[in-house]
């Protein structure tokens, strides 16, 4: 996992210069213009850092007025507070692909939830948002109201957890550790990598496995 900065420049990102390949304007005009600030807003800070996160700044990403920004985003915090959503949606649609057809033998099983919750820290579908995470976080705590719609989603996965047929304490148990491992990622505090991350990953998933 990259080590976390909340606010180190960073030289340019493999994403933000492919924002600059030959046709990419025409895609990048192609997608919605919410979801085209957001990208942009995206790019910002992790070349540049959080601390260089302006209205002004996402709108020449962008390739937009700041008019153009301030009509879907009328301040700063709320493009911040977007972009916090952006992460939980992105953490639960990784959730959702680890989750078995419904029908299946694998779903009825106590844990499938908890299961999936599991893999998807450990093995997110779209890793390497490691420092824009850190960063956001880092610019919500400064407005803890940004970091309300983030409370409210782990209230919902926590109650999902409750909810899997595991043991209460278990299922809590299970998701303070994932949340800890979530948080040394973000922030670079010695998260286990290789064969050791595995071996984690097997340990906590161990904890959804009821046995009669």
Known sequence: MTSASASAP???????????????????????????????????????????LTLDAAAAEAGLSKGGVLY???????????????????????IASYLPEVGTAEASLPGAYARAYVRATLEPVAPGHERLGAALLAAAA???????????????????????????????????ACDGLWLCDLFGLASPTGSLRQSVGAAIEALTRVTP
């Open 10 to 52: 960073t030289s340019t990102s493999s994403s933000a210069a492919l924002h600059r390949t030959p046709g990419s304007q025409d895609r990048q005009r192609s997608i919605p213009t919410k979801q085209r600030i957001l990208q942009a807003a995206e790019l910002v800070v992790l070349r540049d850092g959080v601390g260089h």
């Open 72 to 94: 879907h985003f009328p301040t700063r915090d709320s493009l911040v507070s977007a972009m916090v959503d952006r992460i939980i949606e992105e953490f639960e649609e990784d």
């Open 142 to 176: 400064a407005e803890p109201v940004l970091l309300v719609p983030l409370q409210q989603a782990a209230d919902g996965w926590q109650a999902r957890l409750i909810d899997d047929g595991l043991d209460p304490a278990q299922a809590t148990m299970l998701r303070m």
